[in-house]
């Protein structure tokens, strides 16, 4: 079952500008993870970050992780007009057994205009 | 990074029909691959974990019969939508990894006449 919810569905910036996406769960978890895709195309891992993490960084790219308000963020900084795609945060939960199974937020339509 | 394969990319079929998609690991073994469908504009929702050499675990509401899962090497897993209907109509795509990490196919996009 679809367990995360992210916020904002939509988002439009100008080039340059600064984007943050924001994604909630429900369970406890054994990391979360940071998708992108492009319209009709598969998708593109983008950052994993463990329970016992706080924040990571990958390049323009920072997340952050709150496990006492299950909650993740991800941060694109100067962003540019080819990082308009969907943003999905997926959960592996905190259970044996599954550490490959992934549950996707309802994503992020992210527009970067010129 | 590990690359995935999906194939078909666009599959057209006629109501009552069965379609396959395959999906393979080109450059890692995978034990175990997952199964995904997503409507547009809408998220991922996993439909099932395909497993080599068992029989896959189908997630709370798919039908198994319907969708066959047969995980027969440890580089490909294929999905038989059978007796499609239109409402199958949607974007199908599969994931694999070596670790934590997961690696997507391309997606297959199937429309259901």
Redesign the interface.
Same mark, same amino acid.
Request: without cysteine.
């Given at each position: 079952?679809?367990q995360g919810e992210e916020d904002p569905q939509a988002l439009s910036i100008q080039e340059g500008e600064n984007a943050t996406m924001n994604c909630s769960y429900k369970t406890s978890i054994?990391?979360l993870?940071w998708?992108r895709q492009n319209s009709?195309?598969?998708?593109?891992?983008l950052i =994993?970050i463990r329970s016992n993490e706080r924040e990571k960084h990958s390049g323009r790219l920072r997340v952050t992780l709150d496990t006492s308000k299950k909650s993740s963020s991800l941060l694109i900084t100067a962003s540019r007009a080819a990082d308009t795609a969907s943003y999905?945060c997926a959960t592996?939960p905190y259970t044996a057994g599954t550490?490959?199974? =992934?549950?996707?937020?309802?994503?992020t339509?992210l527009q970067v205009t010129l | 990074g590990a690359v995935v394969s999906q194939h078909p990319s666009r599959v057209i079929c006629k109501s009552g029909t069965s379609v396959k998609i395959e999906c393979r690991s080109l450059d890692f073994q995978a034990t175990t691959m997952f199964w995904y469908r997503q409507f547009p504009k809408q998220s991922l929702m996993l439909m099932a974990t395909s497993n080599e050499g068992s029989k896959a675990t189908y997630e709370q509401g798919v039908e198994k019969d319907k969708f066959l899962i047969n995980h027969a090497s440890l580089t490909l897993s294929t999905l038989t939508v059978t007796s499609a209907h239109p409402e199958d109509s949607s974007f199908y795509i599969c994931s694999a990894g070596p670790l934590a990490e997961q690696y997507f196919g391309p997606g297959t996009r199937l429309t259901v006449t």
């Open positions: 079952s679809q054994n990391n993870q998708y009709g195309r598969g998708l593109v891992h =994993l999905f592996v550490a490959s199974k =992934l549950t996707f937020g309802t994503g339509r | -």
